[in-house]
């Protein structure tokens, strides 16, 4: 298979595809397989391009969206 987009690929193709990359997704592992594989569903049902994906969560990652939020500055309620 020369191309990963959704065009050119199958439900079933993408379904292996992101079972091949993320890698043993059945085995014992840490628990971080399933979070994956739904971060990457939209691609499997064919909405979000792989490309889509990487890009929402490492923009999500350098922007602190996940992390806690912030109320304010302890310093400048002085």
Do not use: H, W
């Amino acid at each position: 298979m020369s191309s990963l987009l959704i065009a050119d690929t199958t439900r079933e193709e993408r379904e292996r595809i992101v079972a091949e990359s993320i890698g043993n997704i059945d085995g014992a592992c840490d628990g971080c397989s399933p979070g994956l594989i739904e971060m990457y569903q939209d691609y499997i049902e064919g909405r979000k391009e792989l490309r889509e994906i990487n890009m929402e969560f490492r923009a999500r990652y350098m922007s602190g969206a996940m992390g806690p939020d912030r109320n304010g500055c302890d310093f400048a309620e002085g």
